[in-house]
């Protein structure tokens, strides 16, 4: 039976996928490789995954002001996340999706949980995010 | 969110199609991060001349091709490459075009081909209480913390869009109530020669960057003889191993003439001590070379300042770098002339040192050699060089590092004032 959670939408758009989930935070600087979307840091647990086409959560960025410029770049080869939820604003997390679709006129919605929300994701879990009404349908 | 009509009137397309879509970017900013309104910024400096892929090449000259013109002075961060010699260092010619075309696409925007990560060091030097919109994460901590001007961690690509406009949204560290510190380090048990080693101080700051994260921090106990070369070393270290934009030096920087001037009024102020035990500490973590071992001595990251390059210079007394061993300086065009008009480049490059502009100190070896150990200068660099490509680090005085660098291997002493 689908579950549906109330979200905040920060960019809006509606996107589909399946879940991806992380505790820890990701720099998009030096830490995603825009060929495929892997994760290149060997500390992070989602190590040589690929975000492409998902549903990416994980709580908050971190890392270098050059985020924006990979997230368009992401966004430019097609292998960035279709959505992206987080539990905490980031102002350089939201400016690439943004600036995806004033110029490529797409972007990956962004959208907050709050925490307890959040430990309810399940990696594998197919997922409508909608950053319109503000809501996550999930299909475990 | 409130738009002045000039606002809207940009964002509506009717003072060009660039600063429209600029700005529709920046309100899209504003309403997801929650900003009420936009500030009026006086200077932007971008790092939206960073090659890294198609896209934001394609973007900025986009908004160029729009008749894009930058509403307020604009400086440009440092690229990847020196741009006239990366083919000396095996910099393929395909990204040298794109570089190139990336330069030329922010020149007809009007913006300054300053290719520097230190605008500080190259006459930038916004007033106390200036709002400014910076990228470059050294450059942002430098200006709020010593120069007292204000800005946030803007985004690449946002930073354009901040100059095509002349705004940014106003929130963070635009506003007072944000810029006071939350988090009070006392500096303590160091004996006085601490402090006028340059050594000390980006380890202080790699301790604050750890411990504190994004938090504004008040920093005691640093006499006021700190020098500018020493905040520098500070800054870039605090916001590469936390994303620290301010700091305050209680006596020292322009917001903290006394503790209770910069300390938050709202939240309870946590209080830590940096004490030796710490410094050794961050040194141990920084430090990832294996023995003795070096293949590269690396200087200015940031961008080498001219007093650098005179204590550089000092150093030489007629040696020369180990022929196993790479020794660069990474530099402006600007300081690269002041110091080559002082005469200091001459000895430099007898001895073997390559000196370079524009570039990067960590994307130096991406052509070269895929792994070794550096040593350098600066805790930053150590820091990054490790995360980003492997390569071990090192870290040690300028004196220290060009002694490495003619011996072949690693040569360093704990400082006096350190052993116990």
């Given at each position: 039976?689908?579950e549906?959670l109330?979200?905040?939408?920060?960019v809006?758009?509606?996107?589909?996928?399946?879940i991806m989930?992380?505790?820890?935070?990701?720099?998009?600087?030096?830490?995603?490789?825009p060929?495929?979307?892997?994760?290149?840091?060997?500390?992070?647990?989602?190590?040589?995954?690929?975000?492409?086409?998902r549903?990416?959560?994980?709580p908050?960025?971190?890392?270098?002001a050059?985020?924006?410029l990979?997230?368009?770049?992401?966004?430019?080869?097609?292998?960035?996340?279709?959505?992206?939820?987080?539990?905490?604003?980031?102002?350089?997390?939201?400016?690439?999706?943004?600036?995806?679709r004033h110029?490529?006129?797409?972007a990956?919605?962004v959208?907050?949980?709050?925490?307890e929300?959040?430990d309810?994701?399940?990696?594998?879990?197919?997922?409508?995010?909608?950053?319109?009404?503000?809501?996550?349908?999930?299909?475990? | 969110?409130?738009?002045?009509?000039?606002?809207?009137?940009?964002?509506?397309?009717?003072?060009?199609?660039?600063a429209?879509?600029?700005?529709?970017?920046l309100?899209?900013?504003?309403?997801?991060?929650g900003?009420p309104?936009?500030?009026?910024?006086?200077?932007?400096h971008?790092?939206?001349g960073?090659?890294?892929?198609?896209?934001?090449?394609?973007?900025?000259?986009?908004?160029?091709?729009?008749?894009g013109?930058v509403?307020?002075?604009?400086?440009?961060?440092?690229?990847?490459?020196?741009?006239?010699?990366g083919?000396?260092?095996?910099v393929p010619e395909?990204?040298?075009?794109?570089?190139?075309?990336?330069?030329?696409?922010?020149?007809?925007m009007?913006?300054?081909?300053?290719?520097t990560?230190?605008p500080?060091?190259?006459?930038?030097?916004?007033?106390?209480?200036?709002m400014?919109?910076?990228?470059?994460?050294?450059?942002?901590?430098?200006?709020?913390?010593?120069?007292?001007?204000?800005?946030?961690?803007?985004?690449d690509?946002?930073?354009?869009?901040c100059?095509?406009?002349g705004?940014a949204?106003?929130t963070?560290?635009?506003l007072?109530e944000?810029?006071?510190?939350?988090?009070h380090?006392?500096v303590d048990?160091?004996?006085?020669?601490?402090?006028?080693?340059?050594?000390?101080?980006?380890?202080?700051?790699y301790h604050?960057?750890r411990?504190c994260?994004?938090r504004?921090v008040?920093?005691?106990?640093?006499?006021k003889?700190?020098?500018?070369?020493?905040?520098?070393?500070?800054?870039?270290a605090?916001?590469?191993?936390?994303?620290?934009?301010?700091f305050?030096?209680?006596?020292v920087?322009p917001?903290a003439?006394?503790?209770?001037?910069?300390?938050?009024?709202?939240?309870?102020v946590?209080v830590?001590?940096?004490?030796?035990?710490?410094?050794?500490?961050a040194?141990?973590?920084?430090?990832?070379?294996?023995?003795?071992?070096?293949?590269?001595?690396?200087?200015?990251?940031?961008h080498?300042?001219?007093?650098?390059?005179?204590?550089l210079?000092?150093?030489i007394?007629?040696r020369?770098v180990?022929?196993?061993?790479?020794?660069?300086?990474?530099?402006?065009?600007?300081?690269?002339?002041?110091?080559?008009?002082?005469?200091l480049?001459?000895?430099?490059?007898?001895?073997g040192?390559?000196?370079?502009?524009?570039?990067?100190l960590?994307?130096?070896?991406?052509?070269?050699?895929p792994?070794?150990?550096?040593?350098?200068?600066?805790?930053?660099?150590?820091?990054?060089i490790?995360?980003?490509?492997?390569?071990r680090?090192?870290y040690?005085?300028i004196?220290?590092?060009?002694?490495?660098?003619?011996?072949?291997?690693?040569?360093?002493?704990?400082?006096?004032w350190?052993?116990?």
């Amino acid at each position: 039976m689908a579950e549906i959670l109330k979200c905040r939408p920060l960019v809006a758009g509606r996107a589909r996928g399946s879940i991806m989930v992380t505790r820890q935070s990701i720099s998009f600087w030096g830490g995603v490789d825009p060929a495929n979307g892997r994760i290149l840091d060997p500390r992070h647990d989602l190590f040589d995954q690929s975000i492409a086409g998902r549903v990416l959560a994980f709580p908050f960025g971190k890392g270098s002001a050059a985020a924006p410029l990979v997230l368009l770049e992401l966004s430019g080869q097609g292998t960035g996340p279709a959505a992206i939820i987080n539990i905490d604003t980031d102002p350089l997390l939201v400016a690439g999706p943004i600036i995806s679709r004033h110029f490529y006129g797409r972007a990956a919605p962004v959208v907050l949980l709050t925490e307890e929300a959040f430990d309810r994701l399940r990696t594998g879990d197919d997922a409508v995010v909608d950053g319109v009404s503000g809501e996550i349908t999930i299909h475990p | 969110m409130y738009l002045t009509d000039q606002e809207k009137k940009m964002r509506d397309g009717r003072l060009g199609e660039a600063a429209g879509m600029a700005m529709a970017i920046l309100v899209d900013l504003c309403e997801a991060v929650g900003a009420p309104e936009m500030v009026e910024i006086s200077h932007v400096h971008t790092d939206s001349g960073f090659y890294f892929g198609d896209a934001g090449l394609a973007f900025v000259e986009h908004l160029a091709a729009l008749g894009g013109k930058v509403a307020v002075p604009t400086s440009m961060n440092n690229t990847s490459f020196d741009i006239e010699r990366g083919r000396d260092y095996g910099v393929p010619e395909v990204l040298v075009q794109k570089i190139k075309r990336l330069e030329q696409a922010h020149l007809a925007m009007g913006a300054s081909p300053s290719w520097t990560c230190a605008p500080y060091q190259n006459g930038i030097l916004p007033e106390p209480g200036a709002m400014v919109a910076w990228s470059e994460s050294n450059a942002i901590v430098f200006a709020n913390s010593v120069l007292g001007a204000r800005t946030n961690r803007t985004g690449d690509l946002v930073d354009i869009c901040c100059a095509l406009t002349g705004r940014a949204p106003k929130t963070g560290l635009y506003l007072d109530e944000n810029r006071r510190a939350v988090v009070h380090i006392a500096v303590d048990e160091f004996s006085a020669e601490a402090f006028t080693d340059a050594r000390f101080y980006p380890l202080l700051g790699y301790h604050i960057g750890r411990e504190c994260g994004h938090r504004v921090v008040a920093v005691t106990g640093i006499p006021k003889t700190v020098t500018m070369d020493d905040l520098k070393g500070l800054g870039a270290a605090a916001a590469s191993s936390g994303a620290t934009a301010l700091f305050h030096v209680v006596g020292v920087t322009p917001e903290a003439p006394s503790l209770a001037a910069c300390l938050s009024r709202e939240v309870p102020v946590d209080v830590l001590s940096f004490t030796p035990e710490a410094l050794r500490q961050a040194e141990a973590l920084l430090w990832t070379a294996e023995g003795d071992r070096l293949d590269w001595v690396g200087f200015g990251c940031p961008h080498f300042s001219f007093r650098e390059f005179t204590r550089l210079a000092q150093c030489i007394e007629g040696r020369k770098v180990h022929e196993n061993v790479a020794c660069t300086v990474f530099t402006s065009r600007k300081i690269l002339r002041r110091a080559e008009s002082a005469g200091l480049l001459e000895p430099l490059r007898a001895a073997g040192i390559e000196i370079y502009v524009d570039g990067c100190l960590l994307l130096y070896p991406q052509s070269l050699k895929p792994a070794g150990t550096m040593m350098s200068n600066s805790v930053k660099a150590a820091n990054y060089i490790f995360s980003q490509s492997g390569y071990r680090a090192a870290y040690g005085s300028i004196r220290e590092c060009f002694a490495s660098a003619v011996a072949g291997k690693i040569v360093r002493r704990p400082p006096a004032w350190l052993r116990s």
